[in-house]
């Protein structure tokens, strides 16, 4: 429990510190599912975890997102508890950090790699220049996040599909309309 998330009840409402905070809980709970559910922690449940958060972790610190990568290369080198250990002392406090507007365009833009061959040229204008007001603070997140999923539905990208950066908790929660 020591990585599990804990907040301020004040400091919940600020809009990006509230969002930061709930993001923080669906990423514990999904730790926590991977470690203490049916099986127990694997190599394949530790793999499968960083590649559902990899741009989730690359928007928050893209310096741990850098280090942990390559851990995570290797997991016959040390025992599997031990990486496991090592990997959440350093995620969970990268997660905490505040992510800039320009941590967010940077990672959409990674996204935007993947849907690239498949868009079309005009989906791909709109969603970059969606993301480009959003750097400049013109339209909230939701904006070029509902277009990066849309656009992740119609191709069928798998790899896309499974990221928690574009869905990171339920929509009802709206808390992205004000970030």
């Known amino acids: 429990y020591r990585w599990r998330p804990v907040g301020d009840e004040g400091r919940l409402n600020d809009d990006r510190l509230r969002e930061n905070f709930v993001e923080r809980v669906f990423v514990y709970d999904d730790w926590c599912r991977l470690i203490d559910g049916e099986g127990g922690l694997t190599a394949k449940g530790l793999i ?10 690359l928007a928050h610190c893209q310096a741990t997102y850098r ?5 995570l290369a290797d997991l016959k080198s040390r025992p599997l508890r031990d990486i496991a250990d090592h ?17 967010h365009v940077n990672a959409m833009l ?10 079309g040229e005009q989906d791909r204008g709109l969603i970059h220049q969606q993301i480009e007001a959003y750097g400049r603070g013109e339209v909230p997140l939701v904006v ?14 798998p ?13 009802a929660l709206g808390l992205r309309n004000r970030v």
Do not use: C, E, N
């Open 144 to 157: 070029p996040m509902t277009l990066l999923r849309g656009a992740q539905s119609k191709v069928g990208q």
């Open 159 to 171: 790899y896309l599909a499974g990221q928690q950066y574009l869905r990171p908790y339920p929509d």
């Open 48 to 57: 499968d975890f960083h590649r559902r958060h990899k741009f989730q972790l």
């Open 87 to 103: 990997y959440i002392h350093a995620f969970m406090p990268a997660m905490a950090k505040r992510i800039s507007p320009g941590a």
């Open 110 to 119: 990674h996204l935007m790699g993947f849907l690239r061959d498949d868009l």
């Open 67 to 71: 280090r942990l990568g390559p851990l």
